[in-house]
């Protein structure tokens, strides 16, 4: 239950927002439960070795995932960054030391053009070069195939939003590994399904970066890299504490470290199918309360965990308007709700005219506003 007051956020005179979003950045992330808090705050009370903390951090992420290692990034994106500089630098401290320069080294990174989203820019921060095969409709083997050559430091899966035209990973995998070439996978969003947490190490993955601030719940500043032994270790040597990596700019503090785990072993416990049925639940009852209106298409979108789309990780309510639709527009509905007190937030498509109810960050009965809500913007 959301607490209706919040001393330091009004003091600034910041407002509280329903987050019917999802998982994002921009409206706060997610709400680390009170255990994950719990940790964090008594992880303040010691000063430790930075080293000796990750390295048990390590071995629990590992011994989660079923990798080899793991290690606690600051972020999905902060952990490609360290997928990229890895690939590139190895453990080697003069590659380390150069970068973002790599005119000396393995630079580039495949990548499949359905999986160019705003993300791999991350890839691109840490000085690696992204080379484009396929379409964004499909991609040959061949073109994978041809794309590897000498300057090849890794090949790049990314798990994003409506991905399509893509290999499978076991196919980039069973392309790239008996050239040598590792395979970095961007999972940030694609926790939960909890069977995600292997799934992609199983299938061959070298480093699988996962966001600890979304469906893990951990803290928003925190994410996981997890895979090889030999490519977290160079992942950490360009990280902080190490102070001339690239990756030093995305420092992890103690308190981040013990919020992370803590939140993964909550998340381990958590019964996904409950939480799963609770997401459909508030979902159907934005689409019932809405029923039928003439010009719009209001309709449930049920959970697809074998689609390679972290959108289609959970059930949500979809209201698309169609072009004999009369009333306000949908950008002016969106202004209307954001307007309001308190303000809403919803997912707002960016290729069509539809908007989203993605109920996984709402809290008890915020659906029910927003049901409200939105029954009165679209009947006025
Ligand atoms: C959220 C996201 C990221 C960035 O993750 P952070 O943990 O916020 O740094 C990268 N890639 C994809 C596909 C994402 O959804």
């Given at each position: 239950?959301?607490?209706?007051?919040?001393?330091?956020?009004?003091?600034?005179?910041?407002?509280?927002?329903?987050?019917?979003?999802?998982?994002?950045?921009?409206?706060?992330?997610?709400?680390?439960p009170?255990?994950?808090?719990?940790?964090?705050?008594?992880?303040?009370?010691?000063?430790?070795?930075?080293?000796?903390?990750?390295?048990?951090?390590?071995?629990?992420?590992?011994?989660?995932?079923?990798?080899?290692?793991g290690?606690?990034?600051?972020?999905?994106?902060?952990g490609?960054?360290?997928?990229?500089?890895?690939?590139?630098?190895?453990?080697?401290?003069?590659?380390?030391?150069?970068?973002?320069d790599?005119?000396?080294?393995?630079?580039?990174?495949?990548?499949?053009?359905?999986?160019?989203?705003?993300?791999?820019?991350?890839?691109?921060?840490?000085?690696?070069?992204?080379?484009?095969?396929?379409?964004?409709?499909?991609?040959?083997?061949?073109?994978?195939?041809?794309a590897?050559?000498?300057?090849?430091?890794?090949?790049?899966?990314?798990?994003?939003?409506?991905q399509?035209?893509?290999?499978?990973?076991?196919?980039?995998?069973?392309?790239?590994?008996?050239?040598?070439?590792?395979?970095?996978?961007?999972?940030?969003?694609?926790?939960?399904?909890?069977?995600?947490?292997?799934?992609?190490?199983?299938?061959?993955?070298?480093l699988?970066?996962?966001?600890?601030?979304?469906?893990?719940?951990?803290?928003?500043?925190?994410?996981?890299?997890?895979?090889?032994s030999?490519?977290?270790?160079?992942?950490?040597?360009?990280?902080?504490?190490?102070?001339?990596?690239?990756?030093?700019?995305?420092?992890?503090?103690?308190?981040?470290?013990?919020?992370?785990?803590?939140?993964l072993?909550?998340?381990?416990?958590?019964?996904?199918?409950?939480?799963?049925?609770?997401?459909r639940?508030?979902?159907?009852?934005?689409?019932?309360?809405l029923?039928?209106?003439?010009?719009?298409?209001?309709?449930?979108?049920?959970?697809?965990?074998?689609?390679?789309?972290?959108?289609?990780?959970?059930?949500?309510?979809?209201?698309?308007?169609?072009?004999?639709?009369?009333?306000?527009?949908?950008?002016?509905i969106?202004?209307?709700?954001?307007?309001g007190?308190?303000?809403?937030?919803?997912?707002?498509?960016?290729?069509d005219q539809?908007?989203?109810?993605?109920?996984?960050?709402?809290?008890?009965?915020?659906?029910?506003?927003?049901?409200?809500?939105?029954?009165?913007?679209?009947?006025?």
């Amino acid at each position: 239950m959301t607490k209706s007051h919040n001393s330091f956020y009004e003091s600034l005179g910041v407002t509280r927002i329903i987050n019917g979003a999802s998982w994002i950045t921009t409206y706060g992330g997610s709400l680390m439960p009170d255990a994950v808090v719990e940790a964090m705050n008594e992880a303040s009370g010691w000063f430790v070795d930075i080293h000796d903390l990750n390295e048990k951090a390590g071995e629990i992420i590992a011994h989660t995932t079923g990798a080899e290692a793991g290690l606690v990034t600051a972020g999905s994106a902060a952990g490609m960054v360290l997928q990229a500089a890895a690939c590139m630098t190895g453990k080697d401290p003069a590659k380390i030391w150069s970068l973002p320069d790599t005119s000396r080294m393995k630079n580039e990174i495949i990548i499949h053009r359905g999986h160019q989203v705003s993300y791999t820019h991350s890839y691109r921060a840490a000085g690696a070069h992204l080379v484009e095969i396929g379409s964004v409709h499909s991609t040959e083997k061949w073109e994978l195939e041809t794309a590897i050559n000498s300057q090849t430091a890794a090949v790049a899966y990314v798990y994003g939003p409506r991905q399509s035209g893509a290999l499978d990973l076991k196919e980039v995998v069973d392309i790239a590994h008996p050239k040598d070439v590792p395979v970095i996978v961007d999972a940030s969003a694609m926790l939960p399904p909890p069977e995600n947490l292997h799934k992609f190490i199983d299938e061959g993955a070298d480093l699988v970066s996962f966001s600890g601030g979304k469906g893990l719940l951990g803290p928003q500043s925190t994410g996981i890299l997890c895979g090889k032994s030999e490519l977290i270790q160079a992942a950490y040597a360009n990280s902080a504490p190490n102070s001339s990596g690239v990756a030093r700019a995305a420092k992890v503090c103690k308190e981040e470290i013990a919020g992370l785990i803590t939140a993964l072993k909550l998340f381990v416990e958590t019964d996904h199918q409950l939480v799963a049925k609770n997401w459909r639940e508030k979902s159907s009852h934005i689409v019932d309360q809405l029923g039928l209106i003439e010009g719009l298409k209001i309709e449930l979108i049920e959970a697809d965990y074998s689609a390679r789309d972290s959108r289609l990780n959970f059930a949500s309510a979809r209201i698309t308007f169609l072009n004999h639709w009369s009333g306000k527009s949908r950008d002016q509905i969106v202004q209307s709700l954001e307007d309001g007190d308190p303000s809403i937030r919803l997912g707002v498509s960016t290729y069509d005219q539809s908007i989203s109810v993605l109920p996984v960050c709402l809290q008890t009965d915020e659906e029910q506003i927003i049901a409200e809500r939105l029954k009165e913007l679209l009947s006025s």
